[in-house]
């Protein structure tokens, strides 16, 4: 109670009332504060206040100030602080009711108490007691919070709710956040996804109820979901893209993005092409179109930055107020940020394309082979450049022949409609194999098998029958991306969709016109020239990994490539996504 009143009638004068002075009610009926008597009022004894300092001068002619009747709507004098009027009002209890009843509490306010908070359980579909998941896989299967809407507030918008990725598998769960904002993303054009659409997209169980229920979350929210399709589903189907929320998208660029860096073969793909030049003259020609594709190229990515800022992570609002929108809307950012990945890679293997035709036309004049004679042909002595090896060795050719063998048959991740994908024993074989070498606990959750004895034992059994055999205490050796989780055939058909949408709705017009825009009067027929000589160096590059083709799905190579080990890593840790998804881009 000590804090209802201001400092400064703590500092008044105080008569002597002696020890045996009677005791005076703190407040008299008519509202009278009697502050004198404040030997008998230990609780409104506080220390002064530093802000109240300086109302002491103001307040030594004012004798009788505390004596008068408390009207906190009258006006002070203007020395007083502004925040002092802001006070709100206190209204003193009565002073029979306190003398009965000192240390009473007000129990008008509600009173803050930490609560731990409840996590109501989902209904989910019903399981046989021999089939009951673990903790891990049970959340890899439903949404976490997604009954009560989190009402956290970040930069990207209110969050809704909070569930895990799509593309996760059992010891590398991702939990993602989606937010209101990318709802009404969701449900806006170009993709225009209506309530049936949402509740699979958030991992809602198909049971009676809860459609309603989401419908009154979103409802809560502002968020009103249509009943009926807004777009012409026979132009835009669900896709693979479809089933993708912002914040996996972002995930699983950068998890390509650190494959492609470190595994996209640039100087043997370089050294490839240059292989398949024939004289001296094609040489110095191809140096001079990389060094203008470089040119062009640089001004391209200038361009895509200026309108990304980096990325949706830090580039969100640059992003939906450039002509990217649309394209950002359709694929849910990671068509974005594949961009950016595609302009990198190319610009890198433009820069190793030229060092390595440099190197050789150097080689080639310190000869002495400069002469109008060795134009056309290439002078003895002057040998095509070597391919560097693979990280290992490809794997016998012989083990694919069983690649049309059907081993099982599951729904997809990456759909909303409970697409099935056929595997392979070709299939189960790579993964088993380097780079990726799954255990039976991974290779059990990519195919949904639950994580109990029985399962175990029935899948290993299933193996044995192809002459499939993983060791107890199997490691796996390369690192859990979001690619772990991806079939080979929903890699593919993830690359197709990401090949129509960039068809689509990829602003060209727009960058070609920002691109002239950017460039002098003078410059412009160069321009031209280096976007001529970069799509030919594209196209090239393209025909030769399309050379490369490794066994992928229902893709079966009869006889491969002698250089297919080049891009041996690159291929089976994204599940041919990478090679598919670099032409399209």
């Given at each position: 109670m000590d804090n209802y009143y201001p400092a400064f009638f703590m500092n008044l004068p105080m008569p002597d009332y002696g020890t045996d002075a009677p005791y005076e009610p703190w407040y008299t009926p008519e509202g009278y504060a009697l502050v004198e008597n404040q030997q008998q009022q230990p609780l409104l004894m506080a220390e002064q206040e530093t802000e109240y300092q300086e109302l002491q001068p103001m307040l030594q002619p004012l004798q009788h100030w505390h004596l008068q009747q408390l009207d906190m709507e009258q006006q002070f004098p203007s020395a007083s602080p502004a925040y002092f009027h802001e006070t709100d009002v206190y209204t003193p209890p009565a002073s029979s009711d306190f003398l009965a009843n000192p240390y009473a509490m007000n129990t008008s306010e509600p009173v803050e108490m930490e609560m731990k908070p409840v996590i109501t359980k989902t209904r989910g579909r019903k399981r046989k007691v021999a089939e009951v998941l673990s903790d891990e896989e049970d959340e890899l299967e439903n949404c976490v919070n997604i009954d009560q809407p989190a009402s956290a507030s970040t930069e990207k918008g209110k969050v809704f709710c909070n569930i895990v990725g799509r593309l996760c598998v059992i010891g590398s769960l991702i939990h993602y956040d989606v937010t209101t904002d990318e709802i009404k993303r969701r449900a806006s054009k170009p993709e225009g996804m209506i309530r049936s659409h949402i509740g699979p997209l958030l991992k809602r169980g198909k049971v009676s109820g809860t459609g309603t229920e989401l419908q009154k979350l979103l409802e809560g929210e502002e968020i009103?979901?249509?009943?009926?399709?807004?777009?012409?589903?026979?132009?835009?189907?669900?896709?693979?893209?479809?089933?993708?929320?912002e914040g996996e998208s972002v995930q699983l660029s950068a998890d390509h993005r650190e494959l492609a860096l470190a595994h996209f073969p640039l100087k043997a793909l370089a050294r490839l092409i240059i292989r398949s030049i024939s004289s001296p003259a094609e040489l110095v020609t191809a140096a001079t179109e990389a060094?203008?594709?470089?040119?062009a190229i640089s001004s391209f990515t200038a361009v895509l930055n200026q309108w990304t800022s980096g990325g949706w992570t830090k580039g969100r609002e640059a992003i939906l107020a450039s002509p990217l929108r649309t394209f950002a809307y359709a694929t849910h950012v990671l068509g974005v940020e594949e961009c950016l990945l595609m302009a990198t890679l190319f610009t890198k293997f433009l820069h190793v394309f030229e060092k390595e035709?440099?190197?050789?036309?150097?080689?080639?004049?310190?000869?002495?082979?400069?002469?109008?004679?060795?134009?056309?042909?290439?002078p003895p002595g002057i040998e095509a450049p070597v391919i560097p090896g693979g990280m290992m060795p490809a794997p016998k050719w012989t083990d694919e022949a069983d690649g049309t063998t059907d081993f099982t048959q599951i729904s997809g991740r990456l759909?909303?409609?409970?697409?099935?994908?056929?595997?392979?024993?070709?299939e189960i074989n790579r993964r088993v194999r380097q780079p990726e070498s799954f255990n039976l606990s991974i290779l059990g959750s990519l195919l949904k098998r639950g994580k109990t004895k029985a399962n175990c034992k029935l899948l290993a059994d299933q193996l044995k029958v192809h002459h499939i055999t993983l060791d107890a205490g199997r490691r796996k050796s390369a690192k859990n991306t979001t690619f772990t989780a991806m079939l080979e055939g929903e890699a593919l058909a993830l690359a197709r969709d990401m090949e129509a949408e960039v068809g689509r709705s990829f602003p060209k017009k727009h960058l070609i016109a920002s691109i002239v825009n950017g460039t002098t009067r003078h410059g412009i027929d160069e321009r031209q020239h280096g976007f001529a000589s970069a799509s030919r160096i594209?196209?090239?590059?393209?025909?030769?990994?399309?050379?490369?083709?490794?066994?992928?799905?229902?893709?079966v190579v009869h006889k491969a490539n002698?250089?297919?080990?080049?891009?041996?890593?690159?291929?089976?840790?994204?599940?041919?996504?990478?090679?598919?998804?670099?032409?399209n881009n």
């Amino acid at each position: 109670m000590d804090n209802y009143y201001p400092a400064f009638f703590m500092n008044l004068p105080m008569p002597d009332y002696g020890t045996d002075a009677p005791y005076e009610p703190w407040y008299t009926p008519e509202g009278y504060a009697l502050v004198e008597n404040q030997q008998q009022q230990p609780l409104l004894m506080a220390e002064q206040e530093t802000e109240y300092q300086e109302l002491q001068p103001m307040l030594q002619p004012l004798q009788h100030w505390h004596l008068q009747q408390l009207d906190m709507e009258q006006q002070f004098p203007s020395a007083s602080p502004a925040y002092f009027h802001e006070t709100d009002v206190y209204t003193p209890p009565a002073s029979s009711d306190f003398l009965a009843n000192p240390y009473a509490m007000n129990t008008s306010e509600p009173v803050e108490m930490e609560m731990k908070p409840v996590i109501t359980k989902t209904r989910g579909r019903k399981r046989k007691v021999a089939e009951v998941l673990s903790d891990e896989e049970d959340e890899l299967e439903n949404c976490v919070n997604i009954d009560q809407p989190a009402s956290a507030s970040t930069e990207k918008g209110k969050v809704f709710c909070n569930i895990v990725g799509r593309l996760c598998v059992i010891g590398s769960l991702i939990h993602y956040d989606v937010t209101t904002d990318e709802i009404k993303r969701r449900a806006s054009k170009p993709e225009g996804m209506i309530r049936s659409h949402i509740g699979p997209l958030l991992k809602r169980g198909k049971v009676s109820g809860t459609g309603t229920e989401l419908q009154k979350l979103l409802e809560g929210e502002e968020i009103l979901l249509s009943d009926k399709p807004i777009i012409n589903r026979k132009q835009c189907a669900l896709n693979t893209l479809s089933a993708l929320l912002e914040g996996e998208s972002v995930q699983l660029s950068a998890d390509h993005r650190e494959l492609a860096l470190a595994h996209f073969p640039l100087k043997a793909l370089a050294r490839l092409i240059i292989r398949s030049i024939s004289s001296p003259a094609e040489l110095v020609t191809a140096a001079t179109e990389a060094a203008a594709a470089n040119a062009a190229i640089s001004s391209f990515t200038a361009v895509l930055n200026q309108w990304t800022s980096g990325g949706w992570t830090k580039g969100r609002e640059a992003i939906l107020a450039s002509p990217l929108r649309t394209f950002a809307y359709a694929t849910h950012v990671l068509g974005v940020e594949e961009c950016l990945l595609m302009a990198t890679l190319f610009t890198k293997f433009l820069h190793v394309f030229e060092k390595e035709l440099v190197t050789l036309i150097e080689h080639v004049e310190a000869k002495g082979c400069g002469s109008a004679a060795y134009l056309h042909q290439f002078p003895p002595g002057i040998e095509a450049p070597v391919i560097p090896g693979g990280m290992m060795p490809a794997p016998k050719w012989t083990d694919e022949a069983d690649g049309t063998t059907d081993f099982t048959q599951i729904s997809g991740r990456l759909t909303l409609q409970n697409r099935k994908y056929s595997v392979s024993v070709a299939e189960i074989n790579r993964r088993v194999r380097q780079p990726e070498s799954f255990n039976l606990s991974i290779l059990g959750s990519l195919l949904k098998r639950g994580k109990t004895k029985a399962n175990c034992k029935l899948l290993a059994d299933q193996l044995k029958v192809h002459h499939i055999t993983l060791d107890a205490g199997r490691r796996k050796s390369a690192k859990n991306t979001t690619f772990t989780a991806m079939l080979e055939g929903e890699a593919l058909a993830l690359a197709r969709d990401m090949e129509a949408e960039v068809g689509r709705s990829f602003p060209k017009k727009h960058l070609i016109a920002s691109i002239v825009n950017g460039t002098t009067r003078h410059g412009i027929d160069e321009r031209q020239h280096g976007f001529a000589s970069a799509s030919r160096i594209a196209k090239s590059l393209q025909q030769t990994v399309l050379s490369l083709q490794l066994p992928v799905a229902d893709r079966v190579v009869h006889k491969a490539n002698e250089n297919a080990h080049v891009i041996f890593n690159y291929c089976n840790l994204t599940h041919g996504y990478g090679p598919d998804s670099y032409p399209n881009n």
